[in-house]
């Protein structure tokens, strides 16, 4: 197998990986992901043992011991252009020979876990819930650049979806990790997630520069393709479930709901849910 370029695998002049600052030794084989890097710290104050710490742009990275286990927690921003860094970088920490450049021929399979915030879509998805997503949506452009595999059934439904909102691309859909939904998420709400690539016009959001379709809240609501409907959206989870399937590693994306956009409403006690959040998975990971 031939050396990837310095162009396309770009490791720093210290050896880590170009965005993320890491080195191989400097993660676990299973980690919790945040979008917001002052998250991290959140989730690390818990740890017993601190090893690691590294920050660079909006990746922030905790390594340590909670409870005897190993764990990262890694802060990614906002957006699936990020997950598309996030994991073919964390991907290139375990599975790449950085000295030779030449992929290992046994490849590591990843444990990741998404923390993250959600808003709700349906009225039946209450404030102050965690919710499981067992399937995301991407209305992103990212996997228009991937040779994702699909089923005939995922590929169905997304090219519903593409008629009912108007799109000149075809959505994908993308499911999770069951193994880590049976041992994380086994009392959660199950979800179908739809990831969008905007927090204001992507979500249905008005301030000032308007909507092309003002019923695009409305339509992601009443969605349905049998018994499927969205339960719930957000910015990421699309992309963590395609770059997985795509890499052979299992990911999970849990969601704190903090805002209902049906009822206009948003939790009070939203820092209660996220760290409630944080503790479960903790100690079920």
Do not use: W
Not at 198 to 214: E, H, S, T, W
Request: proline share 4%; with cysteine; hydrophobic share 40%.
């Amino acid at each position: 197998m031939a050396a990837i370029p310095e162009s396309e695998l770009i490791i720093n002049p210290d050896g880590s990986i170009y965005h993320l600052n890491l080195l191989p030794e400097h993660i676990s084989d299973t980690i919790i992901t945040v979008g917001d890097p002052e998250r991290v710290a959140k989730v690390s104050q818990y740890f017993d043992e601190m090893e690691v710490q590294v920050a660079k742009r909006e990746f922030v990275t905790h390594t340590g011991y909670y409870k005897g286990k190993r764990l990262t927690v890694i802060s990614t921003g906002m957006g699936t252009d990020n997950i598309d860094i996030l994991m073919n970088e964390l991907d290139a920490l375990v599975n790449i020979d950085f000295r030779t450049r030449i992929p290992n021929e046994e490849k590591i399979s990843l444990k990741i876990v998404r923390v993250g915030t959600s808003g709700s879509l349906q009225e039946s998805v209450p404030l102050g819930s965690h919710l499981a997503s067992h399937t995301a949506v991407g209305l992103d452009s990212l996997m228009a650049f991937y040779p994702l595999p699909q089923s005939e059934e995922e590929l169905k439904l997304t090219s519903a979806l593409q008629q009912e909102l108007g799109l000149g691309f075809q959505p994908y859909l993308v499911t999770a990790s069951q193994h880590l939904l049976d041992k994380i998420a086994y009392d959660m709400l199950p979800g179908n997630t739809l990831t969008c690539p905007g927090f204001y016009a992507p979500q249905g959001r008005v301030l000032r520069a308007g909507l092309r379709n003002d019923a695009l809240l409305h339509t992601y609501q009443n969605f349905r393709q049998g018994d499927y409907q969205f339960t719930n959206f957000e910015m990421e989870t699309a992309g963590y479930y395609s770059m997985g399937r795509l890499l052979n590693h299992e990911v999970l994306s849990l969601n704190a709901i903090v805002a209902n956009r049906i009822t206009q409403k948003f939790a009070e006690n939203a820092d209660e849910v996220i760290n409630n959040l944080i503790v479960k998975v903790l100690d079920r990971i």
